[in-house]
């Protein structure tokens, strides 16, 4: 997992990215968060799918659930790229669509797209 570190307009963003599902439970997410948030000073992050577990995408799991809780906890606020296209879950749909009309989670097709939404969140 590699984390980079930008400023965009004043505000500073950390982007995950990745090859390999590392962000898997709820521990690695509050990891996640606490390294982006004390160490970088970042309160946003924008994070590759990839790095994400499956289970964060078949919500009666609850990883996702619990993820986005830690970032909460740690007052970071998250976009997650890639591509959602294969998932037909309408409760998944519905989970995103109203994380996308939130102020605090994103979930967008690219990295940039992500950056540009959590430059914007408020």
């Known amino acids: 997992m590699n984390i980079e570190y930008i400023k965009v307009n004043g505000t500073d963003i950390a982007v995950v990215s990745g090859d390999q599902a590392e ?47 830690k970032f909460i906890n740690y007052h970071v606020k998250a976009a997650m790229f890639g591509d959602y296209s294969r998932y037909t879950s309408k409760p998944l749909r519905d989970f995103i669509y109203e994380s996308n009309n939130g ?20």
């Open 23 to 69: 962000i898997m439970t709820s521990q690695a997410a509050l990891d996640l968060a606490a390294t982006v948030r004390y160490e970088a000073g970042a309160e946003r992050v924008a994070i590759d799918k990839r790095v994400l577990g499956e289970d964060f995408f078949v919500l009666s799991t609850g990883i996702a659930g619990e993820i986005l809780q």
């Open 103 to 122: 102020k605090d989670f994103f979930f967008t097709a690219s990295k940039e797209e992500a950056v540009e939404r959590l430059a914007q969140a408020r």
